[in-house]
């Protein structure tokens, strides 16, 4: 009897010092990893100064140099954005505000182009090449100094899990090798085993159904990449349903497992949303100017009041409605807006819903925020004419603006700061990710056509579109980071005949730089069917021409001089069934329905 409860006392003790372990991942095991792989890719590209190599060498050092990057990046690039940019960003020319400077382009974009283009053993290629391999090594010494810890790991992975669907894939990563479709086998590959050897034990024994079909989904998604590896014929509407998106769900539920770390506010993304194609996905705040975050529901309200209320404006005859009709996609459908006198205003005007995912507004870029933009409207002379330190008494005639004022501030306002404040908080409200395509994609319906699903594996894919209109914003603001919201030379016409390129410089204005002229914010594409006329000035009337524009090579493409263009100036070669599935697929991004007000004023 003694022996059996010595017995058991013996195994309650190991018993209860087993649930008490603390389990440490190795996080320096997967450190190393990051750093050695950083060290290969340094090799490698060495290897391509070899001036005896021949073009398909060349090309297979350029891969394998990219695989090692792939996967050294979740955490490198974390830890420095704007390197890893360098890195792996596109060959274009580089523009230092700060000292007003054109970088040439480097990185191994730039290197993939000399190799494709078979310019080995150029001046350019070796200085191309120097310059990369510095790149990296400042990496590699920012990787090693850097201790990986939960909250990195957790971060970085979230981050890379967004570039394989909105980088890697669509090719914007891999422009003249199209390897991107290889590469995203490779990034998840590399989780896998960065998983194995930090996490995986300790979720094997909290939950090892989750981790069993976590790694299942992996090994599939893989597969799906090897089984459809060529760029144009990829299934990535398939890719992402039924492969990325689990691998995010398991991904997030071991994040939750773990207990290591819970994520926080201060990133663009929710950490909790299962994929990213969640109405929740994105952190409103993260994208708020800092002195008007945590708004209130009060503030709110006002705001949308405010929104259509003529008596902002000196004129008595404009509101911010005027030119952002609700039921029109909060823009007007007209070439340009009439100024408060009744002429044409410069440009056209895009929609509202969801601008607050933007760095930029206006089509020039010429406010970072916006409160700016809107603060831009008051002072326009052309529009509300209204000084922002200033306040509207007018609009107090209406009684309820005293409540309404009291409620969100505490007092009646003596200056416009506060009604720009609380119309801002109104339009970051503006926002969609309910629309066809969102639940389709999220699995919560099955509608999608083949017309649609082509539309979207072309619009991502052969047709170029989600390399400037990132998904799943598809806006030009730049993942996974989201700290600038790209501007793009296209050459658009100044009529509808395509005979005659537009005189409007746009961002041309704020430096003067050669490189700038033509140069408009990348606007996004969700509601497009709510928003014509088409371009910064209105040009195009239907998707229809639109399309045809970028299937001819946009303004280059057309035979304008359009020396700095971005967009490649080559053909897409899309045929008219391909042309009409993109449009189609653009009609499953409308999502308006929720956007009505009550406080609707009559004719705008």
């Given amino acids: 009897?003694?022996?059996?409860?010595?017995?058991?006392?013996?195994f309650c003790f190991f018993s209860c010092n087993k649930k008490e372990a603390h389990y440490e991942p190795n996080w320096t095991a997967v450190q190393n990893y990051y750093s050695n792989n950083l060290t290969k890719a340094i090799g490698l590209l060495n290897e391509l100064r070899n001036e005896d190599l021949a073009i398909e060498d060349a090309k297979r050092l350029f891969e394998l140099t990219r695989n090692a990057f792939k996967k050294a990046e979740p955490y490198a690039s974390y830890l420095n954005p704007e390197v890893g940019h360098r890195v792996n960003g596109p060959a274009l020319p580089i523009f230092k505000e700060?000292?007003?400077?054109?970088?040439?382009?480097?990185?191994?974009?730039?290197?993939?182009?000399?190799?494709?283009?078979?310019?080995?053993?150029?001046?350019?290629?070796?200085?191309?090449?120097?310059?990369?391999?510095?790149?990296?090594?400042?990496?590699?010494?920012?990787v090693i100094k850097k201790s990986l810890n939960p909250q990195r790991f957790f971060i970085a992975t979230h981050q890379q899990l967004?570039?394989?669907?909105?980088?890697?894939?669509?090719?914007?990563?891999?422009?003249?090798?199209?390897?991107?479709?290889?590469?995203?086998?490779?990034?998840?590959?590399?989780?896998?085993?960065v998983y194995k050897k930090s996490i995986q034990y300790d979720i094997r024994g909290k939950d090892i159904k989750l981790d069993k079909k976590f790694l299942i989904e992996i090994e599939s998604a893989i597969?799906?990449?090897?089984?459809?590896?060529?760029?144009?014929?990829?299934?990535?509407?398939?890719?992402?349903?039924?492969?990325?998106?689990?691998?995010?769900?398991?991904?997030?539920?071991?994040?939750?497992?773990?207990?290591?770390?819970n994520g926080n506010s201060s990133y663009p993304f929710n950490f909790d949303a299962p994929t990213f194609f969640e109405s929740n996905t994105f952190n409103e705040a993260y994208f708020t100017s800092s002195i008007n975050r945590n708004v209130s529901v009060d503030q709110i309200t006002l705001g949308e009041k405010l929104f259509f209320d003529k008596n902002l404006s000196k004129t008595k005859n404009m509101a911010c409605a005027t030119c952002h009709h609700p039921d029109k996609g909060y823009s007007d459908n007209k070439i340009s807006s009439l100024d408060n006198k009744g002429n044409p205003l410069q440009r056209n005007t895009p929609t509202l819903i969801n601008s607050v995912y933007q760095r930029s507004f206006f089509w020039d870029g010429r406010s970072q925020t916006l409160l700016d933009q809107i603060s831009s409207v008051f002072t326009n002379t052309k529009e509300f004419d209204n000084a922002v330190h200033q306040f509207s008494e007018d609009i107090l005639q209406?009684?309820?603006?005293?409540?309404?004022?009291?409620?969100?501030?505490?007092?009646?306002?003596?200056?416009?700061?506060?009604?720009?404040?609380?119309?801002?908080?109104?339009?970051?409200?503006?926002?969609?990710?309910?629309?066809?395509?969102?639940?389709?994609?999220?699995?919560?319906?099955?509608?999608?056509?083949?017309?649609?699903?082509l539309g979207f594996n072309l619009f991502t894919g052969k047709a170029l579109c989600a390399t400037c209109h990132f998904i799943p914003l598809t806006?030009?603001?730049?993942?996974?980071?989201?700290?600038?919201?790209?501007?793009?030379?296209?050459g658009v016409p100044k009529n509808m005949d395509n005979k005659e390129l537009d005189n409007?410089?746009?961002?041309?204005?704020?430096?003067?730089?050669?490189?700038?002229?033509?140069?408009?914010?990348?606007?996004?594409?969700?509601?497009?069917?709510?928003?014509?006329?088409?371009?910064?000035?209105?040009?195009?009337?239907?998707?229809?021409?639109?399309?045809?524009f970028y299937n001819l090579g946009g303004g280059a493409g057309l035979g304008f001089n359009v020396a700095h263009q971005t967009l490649p100036f080559d053909k897409l070669e899309l045929d008219d069934e391909e042309l009409k599935a993109l449009v189609a697929y653009l009609k499953t991004l409308t999502d308006s329905s929720k956007h009505s007000s009550k406080f609707v004023m009559d004719n705008y």
């Fill in 223 to 261: 597969h799906f990449t090897n089984e459809q590896p060529s760029f144009e014929d990829f299934d990535r509407y398939t890719f992402i349903k039924n492969h990325m998106n689990p691998i995010t769900r398991s991904w997030v539920a071991i994040r939750k497992k773990s207990g290591l770390w």
């Fill in 1 to 10: 009897m003694k022996a059996s409860i010595g017995l058991f006392l013996i």
């Fill in 98 to 142: 700060d000292n007003q400077k054109v970088l040439n382009p480097v990185g191994l974009q730039a290197l993939e182009e000399s190799i494709y283009r078979e310019r080995l053993n150029t001046p350019q290629f070796i200085r191309e090449l120097d310059i990369t391999i510095g790149l990296l090594e400042t990496l590699k010494k920012t």
């Fill in 504 to 548: 409007d410089y746009g961002f041309y204005w704020k430096f003067k730089e050669p490189l700038h002229k033509g140069m408009f914010k990348t606007p996004t594409v969700r509601n497009a069917t709510l928003t014509a006329p088409y371009m910064h000035n209105g040009v195009y009337e239907s998707l229809d021409q639109v399309m045809e």
């Fill in 162 to 193: 967004l570039r394989i669907i909105s980088l890697g894939i669509t090719g914007f990563d891999t422009p003249a090798s199209n390897l991107g479709i290889k590469e995203a086998g490779v990034s998840l590959q590399s989780l896998a085993y």
């Fill in 398 to 453: 209406d009684s309820t603006y005293v409540r309404l004022f009291k409620k969100a501030y505490g007092r009646i306002s003596n200056k416009n700061t506060e009604v720009i404040k609380a119309i801002s908080s109104y339009i970051s409200t503006l926002n969609g990710f309910d629309s066809k395509f969102d639940k389709n994609i999220r699995g919560e319906e099955d509608t999608f056509t083949e017309q649609e699903k």
């Fill in 475 to 490: 806006n030009g603001t730049v993942p996974p980071f989201y700290t600038e919201t790209e501007k793009e030379v296209i």
